[in-house]
């Protein structure tokens, strides 16, 4: 297939160029406003504009135009909602159902979308007046010579910064931006919480069938080794020979108690993955003792761009690139002046010397122009720190897209490999077999040495395994391309199942 060069870096973003050419044209609108006073200044609010978010496959965001690894065919790409729920075992939706409660990484990705919305509602707030009451009551006598008298007061009072540069604005763009970013990572958080469950829950199964074929493999070695002592004692069989079988017999039951003890640390991995109480777990597993979940396939038919808009990831990495450039902007507008008009209106009530008045008092103002003069150079270095935040979100986000794409075509050759391979292993545990079998029958007829047994059997013990693992090999590289192909997330769905977060 024909590969796709990346562009360079330098050349990646135009609308960072698109920004900086807008930015020398407010700076000579700014030297305009200087000189014809506030009114001009007004005319500025539009100078303030952040870089939209960065799409895969865009020149923002450049990936291949195809795909570099042959592409499994069956069912659609729709499949990847909740691609946990698609597999034909009850017992592993259940885990993952329950490590996704349990989970701290999940639980932190929550508390941080609470803390992310708090914000936005924060930002928000900047661009709108505030509004307070107050009310205040007093008794006394001014001077020797007045009578004692009452004073009450109540009023509403307003404050209203003028956003003519942009900065709060800004603000609140960046804090909307990082709450879609956070909702997007609460959804990687349970993706990938989701394929690690999987995965161990795939080698459990892998190690119950490899525990089972030992067991047998003991089993048939014990025999053996019981017979080839009875032989010997008989003079049938040389003491060589039994001391063969006897070792053998020991090493099976040494592979069996192996094969067993990693059944449980799997089973003790998927305890502290889940929260779960591992006698119930282990109860519940051993109604479908090394029975292998098998997947629903899917096809990838589309293209780079289209497949990785799926990933949340790659969505905050995007959103990311807006913060930083939001942030930008608004560290820009801080170093111009600020302009807030206040106001109030209440209803005065004095009481003095018998005399009762009533009314209401009000004010517009002060308009405050506040002009930074001197602060020996932090807005600029703000300012400047702020660019080179933005800069390196792009680039983040550029290496982003280069790892999904890795991840998504590593799962999909593992996948190809798994598939090429497994009709030979197949051929090869049935040849396997009958070779045993056949050698197995010699034996017994003494026209076979015990060498030749053990050497068959090895052989065959050999070929099951080697199948067993391919089969979990399979089944984890499909977990790994669901999982590197976003899990079926979308941003619209986003904020409905974030929001839901907390209570579930």
Not at 56 to 62: N, R, T, Y
Request: hydrophobic share 45%; charged share 20%; aromatic share 4%.
């Amino acid at each position: 297939m024909p590969s796709t060069e990346l562009a360079p870096v330098s050349s990646m973003f135009p609308p960072r160029r698109k920004a900086f050419l807008q930015t020398l044209l407010c700076r000579k609108r700014r030297s305009l406003a200087s000189s014809l006073g506030l009114a001009a200044a007004m005319q500025l609010a539009g100078c303030a504009s952040t870089v939209p978010a960065p799409v895969a496959g865009s020149a923002d965001g450049p990936v291949a135009a195809q795909w570099h690894a042959p592409l499994p065919h069956g069912a659609q790409l729709a499949g990847l909602q909740r691609w946990w729920a698609r597999f034909d075992d009850p017992l592993l939706l259940r885990l993952i159902d329950a490590g996704q409660q349990a989970n701290p990484t999940v639980a932190q990705a929550t508390a941080r979308i609470a803390d992310a919305r708090a914000a936005r509602v924060s930002r928000d707030a900047a661009l709108l007046p505030t509004l307070d009451a107050t009310a205040s009551g007093s008794r006394g006598r001014s001077d020797l010579g007045s009578s004692v008298g009452n004073t009450a007061s109540a009023s509403l009072q307003a404050n209203w910064e003028l956003d003519l540069f942009g900065a709060n604005r800004a603000g609140a763009h960046a804090a909307r931006a990082r709450l879609e970013a956070s909702e997007a990572m609460w959804h990687d958080a349970r993706v990938s919480v989701a394929a690690e469950i999987a995965t161990t829950y795939v080698a459990l199964r892998a190690c119950e069938a490899q525990a089972a074929q030992a067991e047998l493999d003991a089993r048939s070695r014990a025999e053996t080794s019981r017979l080839t002592g009875l032989a010997a004692n008989a003079g049938f069989e040389a003491p060589a020979a039994a001391d063969l079988a006897r070792a053998s017999a020991a090493q099976g039951n040494s592979t069996l108690a192996q094969r067993r003890a990693e059944c449980d640390l799997s089973i003790k991995a998927l305890v502290a993955l889940t929260a779960l109480d591992e006698e119930t777990l282990r109860r519940d597993a051993a109604i479908a003792t090394a029975r292998m979940p098998q997947p629903a396939e899917l096809s990838v038919a589309a293209v780079p761009a289209q497949t990785l808009a799926q990933r949340p990831d790659i969505h905050a990495a995007a959103r990311d690139v807006v913060v930083a450039s939001a942030e930008s902007v608004q560290t820009q507008a801080q170093r111009w002046p600020r302009v807030t008009l206040a106001g109030s209106i209440g209803n005065l009530h004095v009481e003095s010397g018998g005399v009762k008045t009533d009314g209401t008092v009000w004010s517009v103002g002060p308009v405050s122009v506040t002009l930074p003069l001197f602060d020996a150079g932090t807005r600029r270095a703000n300012a400047d720190a702020a660019r080179v935040r933005y800069e390196a979100a792009t680039v983040v986000y550029a290496a982003t897209l280069r790892t999904a794409v890795r991840e998504v075509e590593s799962a999909l050759v593992t996948l190809q490999s798994t598939t090429e391979r497994g009709e030979d292993a197949r051929t090869a545990v049935d040849g396997f077999e009958r070779s045993f079998k056949a050698a197995e029958s010699r034996y017994r007829a003494g026209a076979a040495s015990l060498f030749e047994l053990e050497d068959a059997r090895r052989s065959m013990v050999g070929a099951r395994s080697a199948s067993i693992e391919l089969q979990r090999d399979r089944v984890a590289a499909w977990i790994a391309l669901y999982r590197a192909l976003g899990g079926g997330w979308s941003a619209g769905e986003a904020v409905v199942a974030s929001s839901q977060a907390p209570r579930s």
